[in-house]
């Protein structure tokens, strides 16, 4: 029976602080950037091409306003990701309230019967290509992939579906 859904947004909080500076012009210690990299959160997205290094390099490309030398793919599109919250810090604040106030207590009533897990951890980041991934009880999602809907302003879309259903969907595939 699931009990408990946290949701982690704590990246998305340091990262929002990043985007803002970034459009300020200001810098960013090198620590600041190792922090985010480091978060246990990002593990999850980490690969052969793409690691801790990669999410260090790519920030401090944006911050310094400099392109990507030699950047495997995806760090290229976390480049590109981060580059248009940068340039527009408007964009994380159509969305980042959203999720923010997120409120999943109903799926506890909807998987109250015999579940694999009773708990479920959902993490947002920023990630490259990937919309998101499934660990045994963790959703991480990709902060970047997510959208509003123009006709409402108040629907976040994930991959065309409201937010909540589309959690609702992986949830089932988690449990």
Known sequence: MLQSIKINFEVIELMDFYWQTAARREKLADSYLLDIANRPEMNTIYTDDFDSNSVRKVLSAVINYEPVNEGTEKEIE???????????????????????????????EQ?????????????????????????????????????????DFETVLLEGKPLKEYIASRLKDIL
């Open 111 to 151: 998987f109250a019967g015999d579940t694999k897990f009773e708990e479920v951890q959902i993490n947002f980041i920023p990630a490259y290509n990937l919309v998101d991934k499934i660990e045994d009880n963790v959703l991480t999602i990709n902060f970047f992939k997510l959208g509003v809907d123009f006709t």
């Open 78 to 108: 976390f480049y590109q990701s981060n580059k248009f919250f940068a340039d527009d810090p408007g964009n994380v604040e159509l969305v980042l309230p959203t999720v923010k106030t997120l409120n999943v207590n109903e799926f506890k």
